[in-house]
């Protein structure tokens, strides 16, 4: 054990002025939350960062949590010492002993303490010098060091910090409103949940399930990509909405090459209506421009007919290389790849309509009850609240 605090700095959240307190108190808030596993911690925010005195628990352990947290720019192991220079430098040298993989380093030496009697150009010389004295193939790179030494003399104790731990960057999950994410099993939405759940929104995901053309293997993927996602901040509700009538409906009563846009219609429609239930002030989706035929600008345009409420789209951009490399990095990818069906991939059209209208959408819709379908699917839905309620246990007895 070399370190016994870890300190959180904010990033941009930072900048929020007469807000700021807002925020920190929801990133403070989610920090408890998470770190519930390590009951020896002691968590101290302050107005500038927060503190966590360790009392034991492993410092690695505890970082890797918080750096899956938005609204953390960085996690920075710390030592605190007395204002003694023996003492900083006996400490210095354990630190760079103790990290692994260091080979290069150099020192960052503040003095913030004018009182301290060693300035801080003078502490990185005296520091330096010791470290060299008492190590073997140890040297210094002021450029690309594998360890910035960085010391903090202040009024009554000193600290020393070693190699930091990127945080998730972004803004602390509950800032910013409510979304309702439209969730399928695939690889793009969780990564878009991801990237709505970084600019500080809290996140409820809508799941559409139709049984028995999808089975419960498909439903456990979807609660244990809204389980990944929670781990980022913030609680996670599912919304799992029965929508094989809808889909039925429209096999059987609309032209084969609109039925895909005037299913994503109805899964708008639905998908608002479970918004203004759950006070959610947009809807989220996985769509990524020009990717397949539901996901062209027409087609866009015409399924947003059926809304009022803006729809975010973060991977709009992005090309399916980028929104791969990112569903890894998370841990969604493999989850998102098991060969398990979501109600999008059943009775699909051999050439659905790339170039879809609005004209021939609503004349189409005509010949649906529509009103019907949406009570129905909405009195049927089943909420989830990620953590509290898990059917693992139910599908490994099918397996």
């Known amino acids: 054990m070399i370190y016994d605090y870890l300190i959180i700095r904010f990033g941009e959240l930072s900048l929020k002025g007469k807000n700021k307190r807002r925020f920190i108190y929801k990133l403070d808030e989610t920090v408890r939350e998470k770190l519930r596993p390590f009951p020896n911690l002691k968590i101290k925010k302050h107005f500038d960062n927060i503190d966590i005195q360790l009392n034991g628990e492993s410092y690695q352990e505890v970082a890797e949590v918080l750096t899956k947290i938005f609204g953390i720019h960085l996690i920075r192991p710390a030592l605190k010492v007395e204002n003694n220079i023996e003492s900083i ?57 594998d360890l910035d030494l960085r010391v903090e003399v202040m009024d009554h104790e000193t600290r020393i910090y070693g190699k930091e731990y990127r945080g998730a960057g972004g803004l602390p999950v509950g800032t910013a409103g409510r979304v309702l994410l439209m969730l399928s099993g695939g690889i793009d939405s969780p990564v878009a949940g991801y990237l709505l759940l970084k600019r500080g929104v809290t996140i409820e995901a809508v799941h559409f399930h139709s049984p028995p053309y999808t089975n419960d293997r498909a439903r456990q993927k979807v609660i244990d990509l809204a389980e990944k996602l929670q781990d980022f901040g913030g609680k996670v509700k599912l919304h799992i909405v029965p929508f094989t009538n809808v889909q039925i409906a429209i096999r059987d009563k609309m032209p084969e090459n609109y039925s895909m846009t005037i299913m994503r219609r109805m899964m708008m429609r639905i998908t608002e209506k479970l918004a203004e239930k759950r006070n959610a002030l947009a809807i989220g989706t996985g769509e990524s421009l020009g ?44 989850i998102s790849i098991r060969p398990y069906e979501d109600c999008c991939t059943i009775f699909l059209p051999a050439a659905p309509k790339t170039k879809p209208n609005r004209k021939n959408a609503n004349k189409f819709e005509q010949y649906l009850p529509i009103d019907d379908l949406i009570e129905e699917a909405i009195s ?20």
């Open 89 to 145: 430098k006996e400490k210095a040298l354990e630190i760079i002993q103790n990290e692994p993989n260091v080979r290069t380093f150099k020192i960052s030496a503040k003095r913030k303490n004018k009182r301290f009697p060693v300035k801080s150009n003078e502490l990185n010389h005296v520091l330096g010098g010791h470290i060299l004295t008492n190590t073997e193939n140890i040297t210094v790179d002021v450029h690309h060091p």
């Open 291 to 334: 990717q397949v035929a539901s996901q062209t600008l027409d087609s866009m345009n015409t399924i947003n007919e059926v809304t009022n409420l803006p729809v975010l789209r973060p991977l709009l951009s992005m090309d399916k290389i980028e929104i791969m490399a990112i569903a890894n990095r998370i841990e969604t990818y493999d």
């Open 380 to 399: 049927g839905v089943e909420t989830i609240e990620i953590g509290k309620h898990n059917d693992k246990d139910f599908i490994d007895q099918l397996l």
